[in-house]
């Protein structure tokens, strides 16, 4: 897709300078999004600092990294083999099929990714809170490695091969934080481990997609009427709701 919109400050995103102009290129590249939209299937995103009403984004051109928080559960999201056909979340654009939701994080743009977009549908509306295994929330999960202070967050074989040479320590925060059955599984998983494959197998278990109801889709299985985190990684295009 060769577009020739001026480039933004969020640096993934180009404008687009009038309105026939995105109308033509959406009935060209998003044809798809654009049907599912009028059918109810319809997906947001609150953006700060954005100036304009209609944009093309490309998630890929910047890595993204979690924000308000380390990177621990990225990394694992994005490699562990139980994810792999998933969109990787630091190449994403994340949204959610709430408006209201969505208003809470700057202005409303309304997200048609292009034709034979691939998603990642959390079963909840935050993916913090969409892992059965953990319960708690992921905040939790994720600050447990936090306190551990050496273990790296930037590198996924330097976090595995972190993992296992502090596993003692780790085990102990799972059990004083989660405050949930699956501590017990794995703190003894953790201290039963002896190579940074089996490290690796625990998490791919734990974490699990399908163990935890997400779902790898298509726009037609975005869902109606609900709130939920939504992602993918292709270019999309974002038209202000309240200009469009």
């Known amino acids: 897709m060769k577009i020739s919109h001026i480039l933004q400050e969020d640096r993934r995103s180009r404008k687009i300078p009038n309105f026939s102009t995105a109308l033509n290129d959406i009935g060209r590249y998003a044809s798809q999004a654009a049907a599912a939209a009028k059918n ?43 994810w792999q056909n998933y969109p990787k979340r630091s190449e994403s654009l994340i949204c959610t099929t709430s408006l209201i939701k969505a208003s809470n994080y700057g202005t409303s743009f309304q997200v048609l990714p292009v034709n034979g977009a691939k998603f990642g549908i959390c079963p909840a509306e935050d993916l913090w809170f969409s892992f059965r295994t953990i319960v708690s929330s992921m905040k939790v999960f994720n600050r447990c490695f936090e306190l551990c202070y050496q273990i790296p967050d930037r590198n996924y074989e330097q976090l595995l091969e972190a993992i296992l040479l502090r596993k003692n320590e780790l085990a102990g925060w799972f059990m004083s934080q989660l405050r949930h059955p699956i501590s017990v599984d794995l703190k003894n998983s953790l201290l039963e481990a002896k190579t940074v494959q089996e490290v690796e197998s625990i998490f791919d278990r734990v974490l699990n997609p399908e163990a935890n109801g997400f779902q790898l889709g298509t726009i037609n299985d975005i869902p109606k009427d609900s709130s939920n985190e939504v992602w993918t990684n292709q270019k999309s295009y974002l038209l202000d709701v309240d200009e469009n």
Do not use: W
């Open 40 to 82: 109810g299937r319809r997906m947001y995103k609150g953006i700060e600092n954005l100036h304009g009403n209609m944009f093309i984004t490309d998630p890929k051109a910047v890595t993204r990294k979690s924000v308000n928080t380390c990177n621990y559960y990225t990394q694992l999201l994005d490699n562990l083999p139980s």
